[in-house]
């Protein structure tokens, strides 16, 4: 067997195990949350009736030893069914369909944007060591990282929307416009396939400032681990070596220095996707943004148990796809990762 397809046959069973580990953990973590999931949903009033707490219980399986109630939720995911979620009486599945797509957008726009600007500044940092340019992109990376992101949502909202009036407000598009037809989710696609260039542009127009906002700090990071990664490659004797040939220095740099410092890049964009999928709550509240974050907010505020751990799994399933795509791209950079 090819040494690459063993690579990935390892690391998909590996995904599978942490997959079952991860819905484990949420479900005790869940269940260890402190307060009633009866209170929270019925009220304190209803709890003065025993028959009806005993009912809602029931209906919702509570009434069951833990270890029962986990094998229950094992079996639904099994058979794809997440539960029904409490605040909207609908299956948790059909409101994450809904709400998933938004957040996907949001930071798959920061990611790119973070990976060109991020990439590309961390590259002109290094080769320009030590001079103007690269003293002030260290400072703007050192900004990025270090401003909180909900005070940049506010400052963003603030400024270019109630006091400029260059963006849009808050939500993905237009009021008055409307959603483009529901395709893939995301408001952007479903326009173009739709050939709706208004819905398109007002989408375009309203994802800007909530994806540069979340952007900033992944800017600030992979800046400085490019520039690290990328001095760290040019001072090896192959580079040198290179460069005593009279290569040219964009051959140097795109073939032998950018592929050997992909590998750290690469770890670092990856994580930092997985972040952005679980820390756009405060901006999605901040931009009106209809994403998983505000759907967790509520779920969790509201103690509805199935949503939360709904939440929790496509988090978790997320990162592993994430870390497993990063795994790939190890082994077809770096051959040395596959054959060990």
Known sequence: MHPLARFLIRRILLAVLMAWGITLVTFVLTNLVPGDPVAANLGQR??????????????????????QQYLLHLQGL???????????????????????????????????????????FGVVAALRRDRLSDHALRVLSLIGISVPTFWLALLAFYVFFYRLQLT?????????????????????????????????????????TPALVLALYTIGL?????RSAV??????????????????????????????????IITVAGLAFGSLLSGTVLVEAIF???????????????????????????????????????DVLYGVIDPRVRLQ
């Open 46 to 67: 209803a709890l003065g009736d025993p028959a009806i707490v005993a009912q809602w219980r029931a209906e919702h399986g509570l009434d069951k030893p833990l270890w």
């Open 168 to 208: 849009p407000g808050s939500g993905r598009v237009d009021v008055a416009l409307g959603l483009a037809p529901p395709v893939t989710g995301l408001q952007t696609v479903d326009a173009l396939l739709a050939g709706r260039w208004d819905i398109f542009a007002s989408a375009a127009g309203h994802l800007v």
């Open 222 to 226: 992979l800046t400085r681990f490019t």
């Open 288 to 326: 009106a943004w209809p994403g998983v974050g505000q759907y967790a907010y509520k779920s969790a505020t509201t103690l509805d148990l199935p949503a939360v751990m709904g939440v929790g799994l496509v988090v978790g399933i997320v990162y592993l796809v994430i870390n497993l795509i990063v």
């Open 231 to 264: 001095l760290e490659v040019l001072g090896q004797d192959y580079v040198r070596a290179a460069r005593a040939k009279g290569l040219p220095g964009r051959t140097i740099l795109f073939r032998y220095v950018l592929r050997s410092a992909l590998v750290p």
């Open 78 to 120: 099994v058979q794809g069914d997440l539960g029904m979620s409490q605040q909207s009486h609908r299956p948790v599945s059909q409101d994450l369909a809904e709400f998933v797509p938004a957040t996907l957008e949001l930071a798959g726009a920061a990611i790119l944007v973070s990976l060109v600007l991020g990439v590309g």
